[in-house]
């Protein structure tokens, strides 16, 4: 492929990797590093030791005053990278090398490492306007795509790291037909901005119209928009978990019986039972939460 900026004028890249998945990851991570070294980058490389490290990563890259911070993983290691640069004004750039890459999807932006490397180096930037979910106690996390609460955190909760580097998203299919025997769908209220709570078994709250990959979820939502799509449910159980689970890939999981799908500025979730939630599909602690717009957007690479 060829890519436009001539070496010694090219920006200095520094990638974030997350190598958790073994052998493809690092597979198509070389051949995007081949990519932009052959065009004249110059490339540092921050591997990633533990969930977590890569907030750090990008906290101290944006600190030294890197200006391109690049994401290379999946959409839980955009998230953390998001959540360590946010406010220093750098871009953020994603080589997509996850299992479900959501925010690549949503924003058409290429999976091939060869193509993913070249909007590195010739993309325009448009502005991201991530979610922030805060806890009691001051605790909070950022994130770009979605955080969902019920039966879908269940699923990621337990998900089993081996079998998601072995099966990939057929490691969430076989998480969820076990959470749907072991989940005990207890009630959450869900706050929509100065609306009394509602009571519901599972919500999305989303910034994009894409779900566990390509489907359609939540249509007309994007990242690049403030405030959330909201789906709630307000059925739970096995039944209406498996009408869900068959409607999401014919793109119409906001149809099923007592799906409810609004916007919201501000969205605030509580149980009296401990209820998992998710963000950009790793785990996220418990509720309460309550969620809202990042104080600043984030300046993100597209093609
Ligand atoms: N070196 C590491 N060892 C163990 N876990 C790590 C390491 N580096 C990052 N992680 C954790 O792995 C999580 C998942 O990684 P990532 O999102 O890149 O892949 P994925 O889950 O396969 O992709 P997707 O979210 O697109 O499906 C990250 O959120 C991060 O917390």
Redesign the pocket.
Known sequence: MELSRSPGKAPPVLIIF????GGSRRRRFARALRCLRGAGARVEIA????????AVLAAEAARRGERLIVAG????????VAGGMAGSGATLGLLP??????LAHELGLPIGPEQAAGVLMTGREVVLRPGIARYPGGRQRLFVQMLGAGFDAAVVTHLNPAE?RRFGKGAYLAESLRQIGAYRFPTILAGLDDAPMQAVASVIVSKGRLYAGRFVALPGASPLHAGFSVLRFTRGGPLATMIAGSALPLGLLHRVPGAVLERAGRVHLASASPVPAQA???AAGELPVVIEDAPEGLPFLVP
């Not at 997350?18 to 998945?21: F, I, L, Q, R």
């Not at 959409?75 to 953390?80: L, S």
């Open positions: 997350n190598p958790v998945a591997e990633t030791r533990h969930a977590g490290h890569a993983g999946g959409d839980g290691t955009v998230a953390e090398l996850g299992t479900a890459n959501v998601k950009d599909g790793d």
